[in-house]
């Protein structure tokens, strides 16, 4: 019988969020860091124009959402490419970067799907430890070896929501030997608040910087998977020769370049983010429930132990609200918790000060 890889038995299947809700009640599902918000209406007028032409095959440079994009950015569009959710995107720089001579270095609480890349690619992984749940530059260093060729950064960080700042990461880039790729992964950057972001595309410029993007948070469009990143042109050449050509939808493509050049709405949309994921905060910390800084459309919530954590995800759960525990990421004492409508974050708020004070009475009885 044929058989694959060795190496490739040890990689475990993709874990999704697990989404089956009790029966007979509504599902709020907050596991996914999906947009409660859909997304704007330009786009949607895009998507319906662009089913007219669902029979034909999508364009493969995707020229017009790299124009769009470019402009929005003020970057050039030749340094633009995109892929089927940032999940190809960094799956394409794994195969082309990484092998089982070399090895890649990430943080202890990165988005774990690039360990999954790199395992694929039968290459080693080394985890720096993260201070207070943020990237700690320092311990990157510490851990880049002779054979390392890819450094991973997730800012902000995915499950933490901790958000490091641009001179960190030039610092990073200024230490990192040439021949070794700083990955930027981006996925939330829309949602950081305006005074504290500052865009680090210029970083690709040195030749060994790559800055990732989507348009499945903070644009609503995470059903459509579309993602782009800011590379330097032979990184760019390397996407044309590995990537399958006509991945993304037409409508896809469409619904993206209308969603980049509405930059109000997403203004708007960040804006009212921040606002209901300060009084989602205070909400929890007034009942004695912790959450940690965030500059994302989620929040971590930590509690006393995994005992605690149970409890508290059996009574979510009971009133059909979906979370997502963190055993996995090495948080067995936290919940990650997506930000949805108004009304179902004061549910959830709700439902855990009962919680509490439920738990409360038992501990005095």
């Not at 990484?98 to 985890?127: H, N, W």
């Not at 030997?177 to 950081?192: C, F, G, K, M, W």
């Not at 995800?313 to 949805?340: F, K, N, T, W």
Request: with cysteine; proline share 6%.
């Amino acid at each position: 019988m044929l058989k694959p890889h060795k190496h490739l038995l040890e990689v475990a299947p993709y874990q999704r969020a697990d989404l089956s809700g009790p029966p007979g009640k509504e599902l709020i599902q907050l596991a996914q860091n999906e947009s409660s918000k859909p997304p704007c209406t330009a786009a949607l007028k895009a998507y319906r124009k662009a089913c007219h032409d669902i029979q034909l095959y999508p364009e493969t440079h995707f020229q017009d959402l790299q124009i769009a994009i470019a402009e929005v950015h003020g970057l050039d569009a030749d340094q633009i490419h995109c892929g089927s959710g940032s999940m190809e995107l960094i799956s394409v720089l794994t195969q082309a970067y990484l092998g089982p001579a070399y090895s890649a270095v990430t943080s202890e609480y990165s988005y774990m799907f690039f360990r999954t890349c790199a395992q694929i690619a039968d290459a080693s992984v080394k985890i720096a430890p993260e201070t207070d749940l943020a990237v700690d530059v320092d311990a990157l260093l510490n851990a880049v070896q002779d054979n390392t060729r890819i450094v991973f950064v997730v800012n902000p960080g995915n499950p933490t929501g901790s958000y490091i700042q641009k001179a960190e990461l030039v610092q990073l880039r200024d230490a990192l030997p040439d021949n070794v790729l700083l990955i930027v992964d981006e996925a939330y950057a829309e949602y950081v608040s305006e005074a504290e972001y500052e865009p680090v595309f210029n970083l690709v410029k040195r030749g060994n910087v790559v800055v990732l993007r989507t348009f499945s948070k903070i644009y609503g469009l995470a059903g459509q998977r579309i993602a782009w990143g800011c590379f330097p042109p032979e990184v760019v050449e390397m996407f044309r020769r590995i990537q399958i050509p006509g991945n993304i939808p037409g409508s896809a493509l469409a619904m993206a370049q209308a969603a980049v050049r509405d930059q109000v709405y997403v203004r708007k949309l960040r804006i009212e983010s921040a606002k209901l994921r300060a009084s989602f905060s205070l909400s929890l910390a007034e009942v004695g429930v912790e959450t940690c800084p965030s500059q994302t459309n989620f929040v971590l919530v930590r509690f006393t132990d995994s005992a605690e954590v149970k409890s508290a995800r059996i009574a979510l759960y009971q009133e059909g609200i979906i979370v997502r525990p963190m055993e996995d990421y090495g948080l067995p004492h936290c919940l990650r918790i997506s930000l949805g409508t108004e009304p179902q974050m004061q549910f959830v708020a709700d439902t855990l000060k009962r919680w509490k004070g439920e738990s409360r009475k038992q501990e005095v009885q």
